[in-house]
């Protein structure tokens, strides 16, 4: 049993016609218990919930104080390369793209690294295509314990892997997996993958399922908001965090919310989603799970980001780069997505500070 047999459970058009016919009574039902359940999550990220929004955020700053204190963790990514053997339709890296591709080696990984420890982070999201050849198990291995060494968390945004291999990054250090499966409509899914491993659906809904079986301290999950209808794929990531913690209850789980951004390949949303809609969503999150850490990424504008980030968020990345070379080494290659939030740290954590908010630079050490 995994998530695909839970997901065939449910029928898309189903969730969608249940969470449009969410009312006022629902949400008010939704609002009245904490921690909400996924029936409740349905009313809280309907149209019904729109007029309750001051009330939801109230709530969930409450929530997010209780649990994590007025902190936010402040994370960079490192992009290590470019090549990717997929062709998702809506990214600058994708096959298709004719950019220049960039590979990090050794030596500059470590500059890339000194420039981004000099910002003062200690944890670290390495970022690549999904690219067996340049960007597979060995590349992101050695990666792992060049870095390892200098920075407290490593995590990764790359390609699925297999449970054996997701083990022997573990043992080289790796803290946390992101694996965003971007839509959970299965039909359309292959419009915006079709070709490359990044087209088989399930092999990529079940990596969180062969991610706990490996033992991974933390599960990243999120959907690209602007492919299909966000209601029903946000509703999915729910459900999928709410499988995955009750089957493989030792590892911990993160959300992102990551919005389609202008990139080389000229793709626009299906379904744009507002501001305050993207905060419901927020919101509705930590009304549902008071333990999940939610991640806002540079992908947003400053004003959004210093407006909302109280208001259910954990974790920030901050000064990103998103091109390989991006922070030190510069490359001529291309970055994955436009930046929106172009601050640099320090700036991003004097907003924190002015705000009577702690930056955390550095959560935990493990003891090696
Ligand atoms: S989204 Fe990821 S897998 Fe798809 S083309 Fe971009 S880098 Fe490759």
């Not at 969930?60 to 994370?75: A, C, D, M, N, P």
């Not at 809506?90 to 500059?108: A, M, P, W």
């Not at 590349?139 to 997701?166: C, G, N, W």
């Not at 991974?216 to 999928?240: M, P, S, T, Y």
């Amino acid at each position: 049993m995994s998530f695909f047999e839970t997901l065939n459970q449910t029928i898309w058009d189903s969730v969608k016609e249940s969470i449009y016919a969410k009312n006022e009574q629902d949400v008010l039902k939704a609002l009245s218990h904490t921690p909400c359940n996924l029936e409740d999550f349905k009313a809280l990220i309907s149209p019904a919930a729109a007029p309750f929004l001051e009330e939801m955020a109230q709530k969930s700053l409450v929530e997010t104080q209780k649990r994590f204190g007025k902190t936010i963790q402040l994370y960079a990514p490192l992009y290590l390369s470019n090549y990717c053997s997929n062709s998702c339709v809506y990214c600058g890296f994708s096959h298709k793209n004719n950019i220049e591709r960039v590979t990090l080696n050794d030596k500059q990984i470590l500059e890339e690294a000194k420039a981004i420890k000099k910002m003062g982070f200690e944890h670290l999201l390495l970022v690549t295509g999904e690219h067996q050849k340049e960007a597979g198990l060995s590349y992101l291995k050695r990666a792992i314990e060049l870095l390892r060494p200098h920075f407290v968390q490593i995590s990764v945004e790359v390609q699925p892997m297999d449970t054996k291999d997701y083990e022997q990054l573990i043992q080289a250090g790796l803290h946390a997996v992101f694996v965003y499966q971007e839509t959970y409509h299965q039909e359309n899914y292959n419009k915006y993958h079709p070709a490359g491993k990044k087209a088989d659906f399930r092999y990529r809904l079940e990596t969180p399922d062969r991610l706990g079986k490996a033992g991974i301290h933390k599960i990243g999950l999120g959907c690209l908001i602007g492919l299909e209808d966000w209601r029903i794929d946000i509703w999915n990531v729910a459900l999928h965090l709410t499988y995955l913690e009750k089957h493989y209850w030792k590892s911990r789980y993160s959300i992102s919310f990551p919005r389609l951004r202008p990139n080389a390949g000229g793709f626009q949303p299906n379904m744009e989603i507002l501001d305050k809609e993207l905060l419901q969503v927020i919101c509705a999150f930590r009304l549902l799970n008071q333990e999940v850490e939610l991640s806002l990424s540079t992908r947003e504008a400053p004003t959004f980001r210093d407006n909302v980030f109280k208001l259910g968020i954990t974790a920030m990345s901050a000064g990103s780069k998103t091109e390989p070379g991006g922070y030190a080494v510069h490359t001529k290659a291309l970055e994955q997505f436009e930046v929106s939030d172009q601050r640099s740290p320090q700036e991003v954590e004097n907003m924190l500070h002015q705000n009577k908010y702690e930056a955390v630079w550095k959560d935990w050490d493990k003891f090696m």
